[in-house]
């Protein structure tokens, strides 16, 4: 049973920074899409980033060249760095196991998380 675990989420000031980690068990990190998802209320889940077995990574346009993915197979792992961050970024972030993509999207997936919660105020 593939679980997926998600911490480092918290409240920080706007232009801070905070990564987020899932720890992955059940399957391994590298041999599936992976990635993550935000949601806040009363607004469908959307995708932020992903990273695939050959380390192509996936951005959402807003957060792209704020936010890195990462993937540490040793200790199957993945991270979100989430640099500059904005209000906007408020959210409950999902970690993602099993994604499809289709021409650099997401189409679907498998695996959840619990998710983390972020916070960006001042």
């Known amino acids: 049973q593939v679980q997926l675990v998600e911490s480092g989420g918290g409240s920080v000031q706007p232009g801070g920074s905070l990564t987020l980690s899932c720890a992955v068990s059940?399957?391994?990190?590298?041999?599936?899409?992976m990635g993550w998802f935000r949601q806040t209320p009363g607004k469908a889940r959307e995708f932020v980033a992903a990273?695939?077995?050959?380390?192509?990574?996936y951005y959402a346009e807003s957060v792209k060249g704020r936010f890195t993915i990462s993937r540490d197979s040793a200790l199957n792992t993945i991270y979100v760095q989430m640099n500059s961050l904005k209000p906007e970024d408020t959210a409950d972030y999902y970690c993602?196991?099993?994604?499809?993509?289709?021409?650099?999207?997401?189409?679907?997936?498998?695996?959840w998380g619990q998710g983390t919660h972020v916070t960006v105020s001042s």
């Open positions: 993602a196991g099993g994604i499809r993509l289709v021409l650099g999207r997401p189409n679907g997936v498998t695996d």
């Open positions: 990273i695939a077995p050959d380390k192509r990574t």
């Open positions: 059940g399957r391994s990190a590298w041999s599936t899409v």
